[in-house]
Structures are given as structure tokens and as C-alpha cells.
């Protein structure tokens, strides 16, 4: 079966800092990856996503980046952290299933930029 | 740009009550999933709707796609308190691109 993992799962850094979070999926090939934030009792933004090693497509831009070294990893980075960078970071798989893009997600990490 | 728009925002409901969330959209979407969210966790993932018109159940919950597949609905007769959690439907459209609705946060009072 599939899992996914992120981590860490919380974390405080202050304003400038750098942030590198990870997240990696064992149990499927070629998966397709996202990372999305989500305010408080709200919807997902979606912030990038990859159909495969090294292909990253940003949706919103800012200051943070992406990077996907291996199949199953994908990384979520920023040189400095905004305090509008705060919220709840999570990693999603997808692979095609039919007509639907269902999306299995990591239990996420919560971000407070102080 | 497609744009998901879910409705109520809130709803706190005594348990045992019935309830429908909305999820619409001026656009076609090829799929449409609902998930649900508890706080601090991931979304996991409930039901995928495929055809205009579809309606599948899970228990006491009932999903139904638009006919034309702009639109969607989830149903719970007679909630219960573990219910409550964040419902969010998404849709997937071109270009492999999925959109996540704005959410309805579910409260199911004992």
C-alpha cells in the first residue's frame, strides 16, 4: 500500500530564516506531487506541483520554491521566510485513475513564522 | 481561472439533524472529489464523482454530481458528532489541474 510522510510536523522559525521541508511517497512509480497551503478552516492553495523528476509548475508566486531530486521526493524550500509564509504545509500524491485526479495527502506540517 | 464555491461556510448542527454542502462552479470539471479534514491532519479522501448525474452513497452520506458537471452536492442524514470535520470538494478540469473548493466547516453537536 501507498504512504506518504512529511515532516517535520511542526515547526517555528523566525522572519529571514531558511525553510526546507520534506515530503516522500513509498509504494507507487512516478507519482504526480503537490504542495499546498491552507489557511485555517479553509480551502487548499495549491503552490506547485510535479509530473516528474526535476519538472516543477508554480502556481503562485512568491518566495518560496520547490524541488523534486528523486521520484518520490519533494522538497518545499525558501531562502527567507515571510511572515505571511505561516499556515498549515501539505504534500499530496496523485496518479491517473480513470477520468479523476484523487489525491492522497501527508498529514502536513504547521509552519509559524514569528 | 475555475473557481469552486462551497456553501455554508459553517454549520453547527445538533446530532441526529440532516444537512447538504454545495459545490459550485461556472466551469465543466471531468471529476469531482470530496474530502473531509480534521483538524491538524490531512484531507482524506471520501468518494469521486465522474458522470453528469452520478449520485453515490457512503453510509449515511449521499453525493450527487450535476448534470452538467459544474455542480455537486453531499447530503448526511441524521449526523453524528463524527461528522464534524472540514468538507472540501475539488474538481479536476484541463491540463491535469485540480481546484479545491473554499470548504465548509461541519460542527455536529451531541
Known amino acids: 500500500s501507498q504512504t506518504i510522510h512529511q515532516w517535520p510536523a511542526t515547526l517555528v522559525q523566525p522572519v529571514g530564516s531558511p525553510l526546507s521541508l520534506e515530503c516522500t511517497v513509498e509504494?507507487?512509480?512516478?507519482?504526480?506531487l503537490y504542495w499546498y497551503r491552507q489557511a485555517a478552516g479553509r480551502g487548499l492553495q495549491l503552490l506547485f506541483y510535479?509530473?516528474?523528476?526535476?519538472?516543477i509548475s508554480s502556481e503562485v508566486p512568491q518566495n518560496l520554491s520547490a524541488s523534486r531530486p528523486q521520484d518520490r521526493q519533494f522538497i518545499l524550500s525558501s531562502k527567507k521566510l515571510l511572515l505571511s509564509d505561516s499556515g498549515f504545509y501539505l504534500c499530496a500524491w496523485s496518479e491517473l485513475a480513470g477520468a479523476g485526479y484523487e489525491q492522497f495527502f501527508g498529514p502536513g506540517t504547521r509552519l509559524t513564522v514569528l | 481561472t475555475q473557481l469552486l464555491e462551497q456553501s455554508p461556510q459553517f454549520l453547527s448542527i445538533q446530532e441526529g439533524e440532516n444537512l447538504t454542502v454545495y459545490c459550485n462552479s461556472s466551469s465543466v470539471f471531468s471529476s469531482l472529489q470530496w474530502y473531509r479534514q480534521e483538524p491538524g491532519e490531512g484531507p482524506v479522501l471520501l468518494v469521486t464523482v465522474v458522470t453528469g448525474g452520478e449520485v453515490k452513497k457512503l453510509k449515511r452520506l449521499t453525493f450527487q454530481f450535476g448534470d452538467a458537471r459544474k455542480d455537486s452536492s453531499l447530503h448526511i442524514t441524521a449526523a453524528q458528532p463524527g461528522d464534524t470535520g472540514l468538507y472540501l470538494c475539488?474538481?479536476?478540469?484541463?491540463?491535469?489541474?485540480?481546484?479545491f473548493g473554499t470548504g465548509t466547516k461541519l460542527q455536529v453537536i451531541p
Open positions: 475539488a474538481g479536476t478540469g484541463g491540463y491535469q489541474k485540480v481546484t
Open positions: 510535479s509530473v516528474g523528476i526535476g519538472q
Open positions: 509504494g507507487t512509480s512516478n507519482p504526480n
